[in-house]
């Protein structure tokens, strides 16, 4: 069936434009295709284009960025109503506040004697992106110093780093509103990815699922096989939807479009429940 609902283009951080996104989902089989890029709406246009000219699907969706006790938390927003006020002046607000952020990292970074400035990784960041981390490894893979955004990650721009800058981001509690208020339908991503160091509490998405929370992402290539089944069973608990997704950044990972997919039952019930738009036809 091949349905895929969290993959990222260059309207954030991943290296697909929204269009090429959509076609290398059509080349990969996939049936159906979400957008998710991080904080914007940006890529939706594009991709809604190219989806009905190959024949795919296409989610428009967005993934929140939140921050819950100091720790970063990811909610995806499916479906949600793009002219919701309250949600795009949210998103707005954490765009603006991603930029003066690389900038403060980038002078840590360079305190340091880490080769890189902020113009160099300004001209990572395509037009209208929304900036992340990510920009400033590909700044710093141009500048020779790392081999790949993992390296960059691995050495310098992980999350306890101490040339980590925050940025402003809403509390889940608040975005998990902010989706349902646009209409939208709220999915926790990579909840339990240990990768990142600090995992979600079982008391928090019990929080968040009495505030209208809708599903949970089990299957992500970061979840190893006790996150997936922890994700299951609190799912089951408390009647949230299961979904599976690759997570793809274009050549900014090494996973596959399509690597991890989401029921199709799951997605009917995604789409039967939510009122912001409609899933572009294929
Ligand atoms: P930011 O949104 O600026 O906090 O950066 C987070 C993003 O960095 C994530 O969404 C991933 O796309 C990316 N990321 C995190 N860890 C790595 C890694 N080890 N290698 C490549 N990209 C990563
Ligand atoms: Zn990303
Ligand atoms: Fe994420
Ligand atoms: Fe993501």
């Known amino acids: 069936m091949g349905i895929d609902l969290h993959t990222h283009s260059t309207a954030s951080d991943g290296t697909d434009s929204p269009t090429s996104l959509v076609e290398a989902a059509a080349a990969a089989g996939l049936t159906t295709v979400a957008i998710t890029d991080h904080d914007t709406f940006a890529g939706w246009s594009d991709a809604a284009d190219a989806a009905q000219r190959v024949g795919v699907r296409l989610v428009r969706g967005v993934e929140i960025s939140c921050e819950s006790e100091g720790h970063s938390v990811h909610l995806?927003?499916?479906?949600?109503?793009?002219?919701?006020?309250?949600?795009?002046?949210?998103?707005?607000?954490?765009?603006?506040?991603?930029?003066?952020?690389?900038?403060?990292?980038?002078?840590?970074?360079?305190?340091?004697?880490?080769?890189?400035?902020?113009?160099?990784?300004?001209?990572?960041?395509?037009?209208?992106?929304?900036?992340?981390?990510?920009?400033?490894?590909?700044?710093?893979?141009?500048?020779?110093?790392?081999?790949?955004?993992?390296?960059?990650?691995?050495?310098?721009?992980?999350?306890?780093?101490?040339?980590?800058?925050r940025h402003y981001a809403p509390e889940p509690q608040r975005a998990v509103e902010l989706v349902q208020g646009a209409g939208g339908i709220g999915v926790l991503a990579h909840p339990f990815a240990t990768r990142r160091g600090w995992t979600m509490p079982d008391a928090l998405v019990e929080r968040l699922a009495g505030l209208g929370l809708a599903g949970i992402e089990a299957d992500h290539p970061d979840h190893d096989a006790?996150?997936?089944?922890?994700?299951?069973?609190?799912?089951?608990?408390?009647?949230?939807?299961?979904?599976?997704?690759?997570?793809?950044?274009?050549?900014?990972?090494?996973?596959?479009?399509?690597?991890?997919?989401?029921?199709?039952?799951?997605?009917?019930e995604i789409e039967a429940r939510a009122s912001g738009v409609a899933v572009v036809p294929a």
Request: glycine residues 8%.
């Open 76 to 165: 995806l927003g499916y479906l949600v109503d793009p002219f919701d006020a309250a949600l795009a002046e949210e998103l707005a607000r954490a765009r603006e506040s991603r930029a003066t952020r690389l900038a403060r990292m980038v002078e840590l970074l360079a305190a340091d004697g880490i080769p890189v400035t902020y113009a160099q990784v300004l001209a990572h960041v395509p037009p209208g992106a929304t900036p992340g981390r990510p920009h400033i490894a590909d700044a710093l893979v141009t500048a020779g110093a790392v081999a790949h955004r993992d390296e960059a990650f691995a050495r310098w721009l992980f999350d306890d780093s101490p040339y980590y800058v």
């Open 226 to 268: 006790a996150a997936r089944a922890r994700a299951r069973r609190l799912a089951e608990g408390l009647g949230l939807l299961v979904t599976g997704s690759s997570d793809y950044h274009g050549l900014g990972k090494t996973v596959r479009l399509g690597q991890e997919s989401t029921d199709p039952a799951v997605l009917a």
